[in-house]
């Protein structure tokens, strides 16, 4: 396990509370990390509760607070609990980031089974839904509003694998909610935008079969900066748009691809 030691040096998000979605894992847990680093209380939610108790110690590890929260993102009675449980603990609930996603695949669409094609639309369309729905009633109550990011994926824009087209229409989907959700809530002082992963360094990017060395290999070839993005990276753009440095960035969405979409 790793940890970062919380400096203080750049600590955007010190006393604001942060919720981070499928934080137990990869990119969320790259997410949670860095909003416990800059100085947020960050709470952390996913379906399976040891791997959040995992990303809590990192956090506390590291210097920095955090709770961990067992929530189904797909159910509307888990993601207002999500909310409470947030702003019981900690007072508020000043940044949201919907993570959570899954990706079922790999064949072709006409092979998708129904039970696959629905738990993608569940879990990554109506999961984001109602956590936005949760979170923006909630902050547009609070005078200081509050701020959003979901992510999405560049598939949403450009499928470029075969056996990937449910998932990326679950992902064009998040993008294009959350768009009309910004426009929505804005003038109540709710700021939405969108970040869009391409291959990122989490077990998602994996090809069915391949190691790790061998995807290094492809993107070598294949993507222009020669290498996947580090969940890190993928985290610095969601704190970009979460933080005040972004307060007239509205509903727009933040590729961070190693050039693969350019
Ligand atoms: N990795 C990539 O290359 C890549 C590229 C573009 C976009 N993305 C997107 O980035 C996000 C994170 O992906 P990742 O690669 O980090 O995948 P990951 O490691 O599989 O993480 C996904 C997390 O979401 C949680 N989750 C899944 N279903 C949930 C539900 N119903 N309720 C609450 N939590 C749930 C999982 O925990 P539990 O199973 O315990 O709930 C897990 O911690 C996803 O939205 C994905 O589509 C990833």
Do not use: C
Not at 5 to 12: P, Q
Not at 103 to 114: I, K, V
Not at 170 to 179: E, G, H, I, Q, R
Not at 216 to 241: C, D, F, M, N
Request: proline share 4%; glycine share 12%.
């Amino acid at each position: 396990m790793t940890t970062t030691r919380l400096t203080g040096k750049t600590a955007r998000f010190t006393g604001r509370t942060a919720l981070v979605t499928g934080a137990g894992s990869g990119i969320g847990r790259g997410i949670a990390l860095a909003f416990g680093a800059e100085g947020a209380n960050v709470v952390v939610a996913g379906r399976r509760r040891e791997p959040l108790d995992e990303t809590v110690a990192l956090i506390e590890a590291g210097g920095g607070k955090a709770l961990a929260v067992s929530a189904d993102v797909s159910k509307a009675v888990d993601a207002h609990a999500l909310v409470r449980a947030a702003v019981d603990r900690y007072g508020s609930l000043d940044v949201a980031v919907n993570n959570a996603g899954v990706f079922r695949g790999g064949q072709p669409l006409a092979d998708l089974t129904e039970e696959d094609w629905r738990t993608q639309l569940d879990i990554n369309v109506t999961g984001v839904f109602l956590a936005l729905q949760a979170e923006i009633r909630h902050m547009r109550a609070q005078p200081s509003g509050g701020a959003i990011v979901n992510v999405a994926s560049t598939f949403g824009v450009h499928t470029s694998s075969p056996g990937a087209a449910a998932y990326a229409a679950s992902k064009a989907a998040v993008t294009v909610l959350s768009k009309g959700a910004a426009v929505d809530h804005i003038r109540e002082g709710v700021r939405i935008n969108v970040v869009s992963p391409g291959p990122t360094d989490t077990p998602m990017s994996l090809r069915p079969g391949e190691t790790p060395a061998e995807r290094a290999e492809r993107a070598k070839a294949g993507l222009p900066l020669g290498r996947i993005s580090a969940t890190a990276e993928v985290a610095a753009a969601v704190l970009y748009l979460a933080s005040d440095d972004a307060g007239s960035v509205v509903g727009t969405d933040l590729v961070v691809d190693s050039g693969a979409t350019a």
